[in-house]
């Protein structure tokens, strides 16, 4: 969602940063509800029944209300940027850490955009069971806030959930453009505060999938890290996404050393029976075929079920 774009870009170039190079008309879901003027008992099984089967999101309709957030951001339409974010919007900024809707409504109506122009290319969405989807693309932009002007290019991720007939944004991240070949980004060093009150049952549950999945980095164990993936995994960061196989290839193959990580400050979210968002902030050490890893983080990981157990869907991380 555009309107934290300023404050997440002032912080460090976020191109390798995954651990070891790891609004308006909402469009409703496409289900038909049937009507028998004779039968009401037939008729209220079959409109049960299509709401139960409610249509998976398509890439095309989240396209859609995408750009109508960002007709948003360039208009600094209040109203429409309300309306646009979900309830449960989680995002992250480089002055004020995680932001709630509230948060991020407040940074909106303070900046002052002045946005000349933006383009989206190479779109591509992840479904997270069927009431969750996550749009990365490309974007192309021209404009300044607060007189400063944003980064041109970057790799955006935007998370969606059903909400009622419509579908609201539930989490934004952009990242410069990075090329692989580009020395690692510095961020800011600096040890995670221990949580101040014991995480919540459901936060508990997806934490242990991070640690699971860090834990078998750091150990080079990449079946510990496979079984913790979803079938369809996709990392994402400032060089865009990669599938399972790619991200398996990306965390195995480098030769690491001195690996390390703490984690502080869990949250999270269920989005739906079978999704759920889990954000915290990571300090991690080491390097990686000789270049340090970024050492502070901010990660966002997306969950599904599968069968009984929580499998990571959708993970990006950006520096702090």
Known sequence: MKQTISLLLLAAAAGLASACGAPADNKPANAANSVNTTNKTNSNASNSAAKTAAAPASKDALLAI??????????????????????????FSSTTGRQSKADNLKSFAAQKCDVKSYSFSDEQMTPIGNDVA????????????????????????????????????VFYSEQPIVDAKAPTPKAKTGEAKATESAPDPSTDALMAVEKKAWDSWKARDIAGVESVMAKDFVSFGGMGRKD???SIKGWSEPKCTGLGYAFAEPMGVQLAPDAALVTYKANSQGTCDGKPIAPTLWVASFDVKEGDAWKNAFYLDVPR
């Open 66 to 91: 995408e750009k109508q957030g960002w007709e948003a951001w360039k208009n600094h339409d209040e109203k429409a940027t309300a309306d646009f974010l979900s309830d449960k919007y989680v995002g």
């Open 134 to 169: 996550v749009l990365t693309f490309k974007a192309a932009q021209d404009y300044t806030c607060d007189g400063k002007k944003g980064t041109p290019e970057t790799w955006s991720a935007s998370a969606y959930v059903r909400d009622g007939d419509k579908w609201k944004n």
């Open 244 to 246: 399972r196989a790619e």
